[in-house]
């Protein structure tokens, strides 16, 4: 399978922690995307990061990439209440055009 | 800039209808993907298109179908609904190839 697997499944933080969301993937990449998913609405786009980065931050978000071990970590410091929601790494597939592996995600919940 | 519109936003059918959802990309995204949602199977690839062309196709059955129209907007039509086709269809749209997409809020489908 080409899919993005996250880890952990499930987080549960208070409000001022940092939480940090791991990805692997299995196949050769152009990009890697992270979304934000709140409880069935729309993806919404967090960071992307191109194959020959290695860290990219955004905000309070910091993503690593590692392409030599194929995973990706997505780092939300001081986190709030407004940060619960469900995040997904997607691996954009070489050659694939906008095809996206989603993983089943990692559910974030912060606690005020 | 509107953002992507998926309409309708819920749908009930019954099993042996068939159903066609609707996607309006953000104006001067010429490519539009579709995703399929669901609690066990997460998040599906169906297909992509790009300028009226489909580009690549995830491994769905040929029930799914969909087509892209001159103004970008596109369609997906799933016929002879199966209980299981029951999901959050969710539509992106993207500027070009292996950038960022831009999901809708997405069309609840319910088959009876």
């Given at each position: 399978s080409q899919q993005g697997e996250e880890d952990p499944q499930a987080l549960s933080i208070q409000?001022?922690?940092n939480a940090t969301m791991n990805c692997s993937y299995k196949t050769s990449i152009n990009n890697l995307?992270?979304?934000?998913?709140?409880?069935?609405?729309?993806?919404v786009h967090l960071i992307l990061i191109r194959s020959n980065e290695?860290?990219?931050?955004s905000g309070r978000l910091r993503v690593t990439l590692d392409t030599s071990k194929k995973s990706s970590s997505l780092l939300i410091t001081a986190s709030r209440a407004a940060d619960t929601a469900s995040y997904f790494c997607a691996p954009s597939?070489?050659?694939?055009?906008?095809?996206?592996?989603f993983g089943a995600g990692t559910r974030l919940a912060v606690h005020p | 800039k509107a953002g992507v519109t998926q309409t309708p936003r819920y749908l009930i059918k019954?099993?042996?209808?068939?159903?066609?959802?609707?996607?309006?990309p953000i104006s001067g995204h010429r490519s539009v993907s579709w995703y399929q949602q669901t609690?066990?199977?997460g998040l599906q690839f169906l297909f992509e298109y790009f300028s009226e062309t489909q580009r690549n196709?995830?491994?769905?059955?040929?029930?799914?179908s969909g087509r892209q129209f001159s103004n970008s907007r596109s369609e997906m039509n799933v016929s002879t609904l199966e209980l299981g086709d029951s999901a959050l269809y969710l539509c992106a749209s993207s500027l070009g190839s292996n950038e960022k997409l831009f999901f809708g809020s997405g069309t609840q489908l319910s088959v009876l």
């Open positions: 409000e001022g922690e995307q992270w979304y934000r998913q709140n409880s069935g609405r729309g993806l290695r860290e990219k931050h597939v070489s050659g694939g055009y906008n095809k996206l592996i | 019954t099993r042996g209808q068939q159903v066609t959802l609707s996607c309006s609690p066990g199977q196709k995830g491994n769905f059955p040929g029930r799914f």
